[in-house]
């Protein structure tokens, strides 16, 4: 198989079965992307840790478990994961200072389950500070370049995981999604990206942002990989108690496609503020399922012109409540000036600790949810959540997925959306759906913009608890769309 930059590369599929087969092919895989990693990972910045200690001990302890015959469905499958989900013995760092040096005693129940299943974390990932943002250039650690173009960004926030697989630092990564940081960086990078069915995978382990939206996603450069990393990390979890109680996403059920019963609505809201050369790109995809028989349809769903404010006014609240727990006290980072009361020990770490992102995000969402603001903002807003949902279950009704562009451009310049949240918001339009409403979705590489040389991804969206279906269309996509 080739990655996104053309260098051949083994499947996730690959080594595991390799794997098994012959022993010193764990030796093989694992120096091949140590050295990589070494040698071409400072330059790109998504790793916020490697070592290769942690990797030789990991090795180690997987040769015993291979010699003693124990069941591992991933054996030796490398996997990066994201700063912001925890792993016992490496640290959790958020890309912020108030939390630098901060070993959790614990792992998140997803990496806990792929430990289980045999794989090997070859490091922790960089983001955007807590992941807020849409570049991965909020990050204490500098910001995360784009594989296929230096000059560019990676996407955000998941944009380390994005780049390690893109750049062929690992075959899968796990990143997460509150707002689109697995399919926009996915998209940026020219890989896949899959956030999963609000509850599908255990929230256990990792930090929280914007508690109602955040879900644990995948990275992949195929279907079928994604489909190995999603069976064993999803599945009920006591630990997480909104997690869904519907077995395991299953990676042998094939639900094999039949393309002519296919019903298909393109979200033609999303298309409104496309950049032409996406626009091109998409109507190629779209043609493609339209020759294959599907019947698609256009649709309209005015109410999506809400979602952005709706997603920046809720996240943004549930995270001035999440981040209240760093204060200088429990976790990382305390304030070393004089400090003459608890008060302003508080108020000295928490604005020395966070970025400037991180801190704006804080003051928003503590106004929407103050007295006098919260009608105004805060519950317009879960208003407008009660119509979007009602709204995506009424087209679910009458179609099997929908589609749409995954971002509005390409990747953009590095510092280019510098001193312009808004602008950097607003690449997020056609993303936050899928976490107002719960359902999953991914982002499946679609071509290369003629104008920009950068990836287009395809936004392929299902309704709740479908990954099945989802993972069906964007095999049969990948398969058959060059
Ligand atoms: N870009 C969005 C934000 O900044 C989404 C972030 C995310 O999904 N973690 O809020």
């Given amino acids: ?35 990589k990693i070494k040698k071409e990972g400072p330059e790109i910045n998504c790793f916020t840790f490697f070592s290769e200690s942690a990797l030789a001990q990991q090795q180690s302890v997987l040769r015993q478990r291979i010699e003693a015959k124990e069941d591992l469905p991933l054996a030796g499958l490398p996997v990066s994961v994201k700063d912001n989900i925890a792993v016992e013995g490496m640290p959790l760092t958020c890309a912020s200072k108030i939390l630098e040096n901060y070993y959790p005693s614990y792992s998140a129940t997803a990496v806990e389950r792929l430990v289980k299943a045999g794989a090997i974390i070859i490091g922790k990932t960089n983001l955007d500070e807590f992941a807020m943002g849409s570049s991965s250039e909020y990050s204490y650690f500098g910001p995360v370049k784009n594989p296929r173009d230096k000059r560019k960004v990676s996407g955000g926030s998941s944009g380390g995981s994005a780049a390690s697989v893109a750049g062929g630092f690992c075959p899968v990564a796990l990143g997460s999604d509150t707002g689109g940081s697995v399919r926009q960086p996915a998209s940026f990078c020219g890989v896949l990206g899959l956030k999963p069915s609000y509850g599908r995978v255990s929230r256990y382990g990792l930090t929280a942002f914007g508690s109602s939206l955040d879900q644990i996603g995948v990275f992949a450069n195929n279907s079928r990989d994604l489909s190995l990393i999603l069976n064993a990390v999803s599945g009920q979890d006591k630990k997480d108690s909104t997690s869904s109680a519907l077995p395991p996403f299953s990676a042998e059920k094939h639900e094999s496609l039949q393309p002519e019963k296919l019903k298909v609505g393109i979200l033609q809201d999303f298309l409104k503020p496309a950049s032409a050369d996406v626009i091109e790109s998409f109507a190629k995809a779209e043609e493609f399922f ?193």
């Fill in 290 to 482: 339209k020759n294959q028989g599907a019947q698609v349809q256009d649709v309209f769903f005015p109410e999506l012109q809400y979602s952005v404010p709706a997603y920046y006014i809720i996240a943004t609240a549930e995270a001035s409540s999440n981040l209240s727990r760093y204060d200088g006290a429990r976790y990382g980072f305390r304030s070393k000036g004089r400090l003459n009361s608890l008060g302003e020990m508080y108020k000295q770490s928490r604005s020395q600790g966070f970025g400037e992102e991180v801190t704006r995000r804080i003051i928003l969402g503590a106004f929407v949810l103050s007295e006098g603001y919260s009608d105004k903002y805060y519950q317009k807003a879960t208003k407008v959540r009660k119509l979007l949902l009602s709204g995506i279950n009424k087209l679910f009704d009458k179609y099997d997925i929908l589609l749409s562009p995954t971002t509005p451009t390409t990747a953009f310049d590095l510092g280019s959306h510098g001193q312009d949240p808004v602008s950097m918001y607003s690449s997020d339009v056609c993303t936050v759906l899928a976490n107002l409403t719960g359902v999953p979705s991914l982002s499946v590489p679609c071509g290369v913009s003629e104008k920009t040389k950068m990836p287009v991804g395809l936004q392929i969206i299902a309704n709740r608890n479908q990954e099945q279906k989802l993972m069906s269309v964007s095999s049969f996509f990948q398969q058959g769309f060059c």
């Fill in 1 to 35: 198989m080739t990655n996104s930059l053309g260098e051949r590369l083994w499947t996730g599929e690959e080594i595991v079965s390799g794997v098994k087969e012959d022993r010193s092919f764990l030796d093989q895989v694992l120096n091949f992307y140590c050295s």
